[in-house]
């Protein structure tokens, strides 16, 4: 779609990651996507055009058909003017976080993707004049492998952020370690979901930010410019969550409404909202591998404490986490099972280079690559097909587990609160809301030998730092445990 005249200073600066950088219009609920590339190199008009299609087939065809209709908003490509573009880059410079200056916005193609601005509004017409809160957390990965081919026992218990978290601290990415373990948040389980969006709270990194009309008030803009301040969150919540203004101000005031909002969190994320169902596929049995996390501070406590128990009462099936957690668990062989099948396919293309279009490493991104994905079987019979399907299953699940959600309220009074929308209700207040899903561009092929020595630095970095220093009493408990904890499936 091509258009007309712009206005560069009706659109600000937004936000941005590794590959692309994101302005949202002050008015209009739509944000503009740009690709971003390392100064020397630059691609031609049609390559752009090509990658940025190739984003929202992906979307369209594919993720859709995951995480269902109502969660995934794939936006179109459009194409602006070009002095638009180059006025545009200026005006935000100053802006953009120094971390990411090392690559450049495309100036020089004139496209763009166009999205809908999910911080602001969301499928259903808000009521404008209302506050709009919105959650955005990066869950990140939410089962432990359960892959024959893990070759360090480490991995079939402690999950791969937890883990992670110690190298990034280690290289000096993070300050501190975060208490948040993903396995807690994708438990199901209320009393460890809330643990879960607490220790986010606390330490939110840059897997949770929360915005008030489209604008940043709790979380990181990058590694450095953090806003955390539960105090300075609670003078913005309150009004939303009491609104009669009825409660004490002080310490006792900030917990309380952090409880609320964590409360709100939770029943959003365990909501189904979606009618249709897609995203039901039949990938592993979500019981499989253990459902809780050894390094997990939650699980911690409840064994010193002596309890048994793990609750994972587990997640509903329409819920966006549960879609989410399928999609993951794609990746059935584990990095170490699939890299060899990566360098089959590799060998492969190297005596066929021809073959590469055939075989849609990088798309079409259309029904037919979706319909090879829904392939589970484990039997590896030595062809470069069933190479593929697994190398390409990794890509879906390494971007769900990449992926955010994002979760937009907006307070309705009684009445307001027709059977249409999605309702939930705090002590003291009721909110419209929708969840989507965003951060769903397919990982790309060329990632996965790194993918493959990242998690060995990450393992061994454990191992020999971490593992080695913890309390051998801890282990031992959970040994003791292993045979009382109960894993309920779903």
């Known amino acids: 779609m091509e258009v007309g005249k712009m206005d560069e200073n009706e659109w600000q600066y937004h936000g941005e990651g590794n590959r692309s950088l994101v302005v949202s219009h002050s008015q209009r609920c739509v944000v503009l996507r740009f690709l971003k590339f390392p100064p020397n190199r630059s691609k031609t008009p049609e390559e752009i055009l090509h990658h940025l299609q190739n984003l929202v087939d992906f979307g369209k065809h594919v993720m859709k058909q995951f995480f269902g209709e109502n969660y995934v908003h794939p936006g179109e490509v459009v194409q602006l003017p070009l002095n638009f573009v180059k006025q545009l880059c200026l005006k935000i410079q100053s802006e953009r976080p120094e971390s990411r200056c090392d690559k450049d916005l495309d100036t020089l193609s ?17 009521v404008e004049h209302r506050p709009i809160l919105c959650v955005e957390i990066k869950p990140k990965c939410g089962f432990i492998p359960f892959s024959s081919h893990v070759s360090q026992e480490i991995k079939h218990k402690v999950c791969r952020y937890c883990m992670h978290q110690h190298l990034k601290v280690a290289n000096g990415k993070w300050k501190r370690l975060s208490k948040y373990c993903p396995l807690d948040l994708f438990s199901g389980s209320k009393q460890r979901m809330h643990f879960a969006l607490k220790s986010l709270l606390q330490e939110a990194q840059n897997n949770l930010k929360i915005f008030k009309n489209g604008e940043l008030i709790y ?33 006792h005031c900030t917990r309380t409404i952090i409880k609320e909002l964590i409360h709100v969190i939770t029943m959003t994320l365990l909501s189904n909202t979606d009618a249709c169902r897609a995203g039901d596929m039949k990938t592993v049995p979500i019981s499989q591998g253990r459902s809780y996390c050894e390094a997990s501070t939650f699980s911690k406590e409840l064994v010193r404490n002596g309890k048994h128990k793990m609750e994972g009462s587990g997640l509903p099936r329409g819920c966006l986490l549960y879609k989410t957690l399928q999609a993951q668990m794609l990746d059935m062989l584990d990095i170490e099972g699939l890299y060899p099948l990566y360098s089959r396919v590799e060998q492969y293309l190297e005596e066929f280079p021809e073959e590469r279009n055939t075989l849609q490493i990088g798309g079409p991104y259309n029904e037919a690559f979706y319909e090879k994905l829904l392939d589970l079987s484990t039997e590896d019979d030595g062809t470069v097909a069933f190479a593929l399907t697994k190398v390409q299953q990794y890509r879906i699940a390494m971007t ?6 994002m979760i937009a309220l907006s307070p309705c009074l009684q009445d307001e609160c027709s059977e249409q929308k999605s309702v939930v209700l705090s002590s003291k207040s009721r909110f419209t809301f929708s969840v989507s899903v965003l951060d769903l561009d397919l990982k790309p092929y060329e990632s996965i030998p790194h993918q493959y020595k990242l998690d060995g630095k990450i393992v ?25 904890i109960v894993l309920h499936k779903v």
């Open 400 to 405: 769900a587990k990449d992926c955010s959600i």
């Open 460 to 484: 061994n970095y454990y191992l020999k730092n971490v593992q080695a220093k913890e309390d051998p009493v801890m282990s031992n408990l959970f040994k003791e445990n292993e045979d009382c």
């Open 219 to 251: 979380g990181c803009k990058d590694d450095q410019d953090c806003l955390s301040d539960w105090n300075e969150l609670a003078r913005h919540l309150k009004p939303l969550f009491f609104p009669s203004n009825g409660l004490v101000s002080g310490p």
């Open 110 to 126: 004139g496209y763009a993707m166009c999205l809908p601005n999910l911080t602001r509004l969301q499928t259903y017409h808000f």
